[in-house]
């Protein structure tokens, strides 16, 4: 078991006095989706860990419900870019003074994760105290996606910066994101400081991240409030991923209110929305998958890639879409891919190096094993499992990995950022929760 004593210690070295940062240097602040999965991990071993975890998260929501994707909860530290000096959420008056944050979101974990931990330490009467703290503000959090993200009242939401998706550069925004044209002065002077801490080939680029600071100053410039947003931005995307995530979370909310006693009718309403156009908007018979939709250009995003498969997670295919996509990952581990790769290993656009252009992600993995394991596609669920925890044995704790097995066979290292706690805490969990 000494991954698993290392995982521990890579969460605790990471560890900031109530919340883990994601690795050092690369990201030394708290992450909304990251704290999330630290969070879970945690909850199987330090409960008051888990919780504080949570409770600094929480501590940065908004007035109107928005919980930002980061919170800055030192203002000394100068190592990353963008910092919240160029993020001024502060311009939108609901933004807390401190922590300060940036002015975007993420995915909605922490329904899923609250209910997971819920479920866990049952007979710990804090923890049922803490859920019941916690939980109207994240029904605040889901009001604020129906309420300032859902234009057309369809129950699916929008993003307006790939940031949001949590993954950043995956190919599927590249149509909507070459569509923005960088003209001089058009964005303000900014020094990146990523690719002076990790491999600049295992990051977005140049061109990608201009027209990421674009997107942000589009977002600066009208409050970051979403309704006038939608009316300009030429980044509009519903999401199937981070809708799917919403829909498997406002179920945990139910669940939670159920078993607690509290009140869940309104998130009964935005769930039989969502559930009753899920499908029509994002299922594509073609692909056997399901791919998101761009609102600016009235049109599907015609990719596989992984956000397609969390779906399973959410219990949202019937059982003929899931074996359609329980085949893709069979097919793609007989043909020597480990699992899962993020994005269609069969398109040009798949490059197995860069972020989220092709590399394997262990949160993803995790959820993509949960819903595997809910349709009985338990062999390949063992599968998914087993490929990660051999990719950390063999290249460690790092943020993402190589897909391609005759390539780790000359690998020493994973990608990206080391010591990753997302990383160590899905593996923690997935190791010792089941």
């Keep these: 078991m000494r991954d698993l004593e290392i995982a521990k210690q890579i969460i605790q070295n990471n560890w900031r006095d109530g919340f883990t940062i994601p690795t050092s240097k690369l990201y030394p602040f708290q992450w909304m989706w990251d704290s999330g999965f630290v969070a879970l991990g945690t909850s199987t071993y330090d409960i008051n860990m888990s919780l504080r975890e949570i409770e600094n998260m929480f501590s940065g929501q908004w007035e109107n419900g928005m919980l930002p994707h980061i919170l800055f909860h030192s203002e000394k530290e100068k190592t990353y870019f963008p910092n919240y000096d160029f993020w001024n959420s502060n311009i939108n008056e609901g933004a807390p003074n401190f922590p300060k944050s940036s002015g975007i979101t993420q995915p909605a974990v922490f329904g899923f994760i609250l209910n997971d931990i819920l479920k866990n330490h049952w007979e710990n009467e804090d923890v049922k105290a803490f859920v019941k703290k916690i939980f109207p503000k994240l029904v605040k959090y889901h009001r604020f996606l129906y309420k300032y993200r859902d234009p057309n009242q369809e129950g699916l939401f929008f993003i307006f910066h790939p940031w949001e998706s949590g993954r950043d550069n995956s190919p599927l925004w590249d149509d909507a994101m070459d569509k923005i044209k960088i003209h001089p002065g058009s964005i303000p002077n900014y020094q990146r400081r990523d690719t002076s801490i990790a491999d600049a080939d295992e990051r977005p680029t140049k061109e990608q991240y201009d027209r990421y600071v674009y997107l942000l100053e589009l977002g600066k410039k009208y409050k970051y409030d979403g309704k006038q947003i939608a009316e300009e931005s030429p980044f509009l995307i519903q999401d199937n991923m981070m809708n799917a995530i919403l829909i498997k979370s406002n179920n945990s909310l139910i669940e939670m209110a159920d078993d607690l006693k509290l009140d869940s009718n309104e998130v009964k309403e935005w769930q039989q929305l969502s559930m009753s156009n899920y499908d029509r908007k994002f299922w594509n018979e073609d692909l ?5 939709f761009d609102l600016r250009y009235n049109k599907q995003l015609l990719h596989r890639e992984i956000g397609g498969l969390i779906p399973l997670f959410a219990d949202i295919p019937d059982q003929a879409k899931a074996e359609k996509m329980n085949n893709y990952l069979q097919n793609l ?9 993020s994005f269609d290993v069969d398109s040009p656009k798949f490059d197995s190096k860069r972020y989220w252009r092709g590399p394997i992600w262990p949160q993803m993995n995790w959820m993509v094993h949960k819903g595997l394991r809910q349709y009985g596609f338990n062999d390949t ?8 925890n051999e990719l950390i044995h063999k290249l460690g704790f790092f943020e993402y990995f190589e897909a391609q097995k005759q390539v780790v066979d000359n690998l020493h290292r994973g990608y990206g950022g080391d010591n990753f706690s997302w990383t160590a805490s899905s593996y923690i969990h997935l190791n010792t929760a089941e």
Aim: aromatic share 14%; charged share 30%; hydrophobic share 25%.
């Design 381 to 388: 669920a063992d599968k998914v499992k087993s490929d990660l």
């Design 333 to 341: 581990s007989d043909r020597g891919y480990y699992l899962c790769p």
């Design 288 to 292: 056997e998958t399901y791919v998101g």
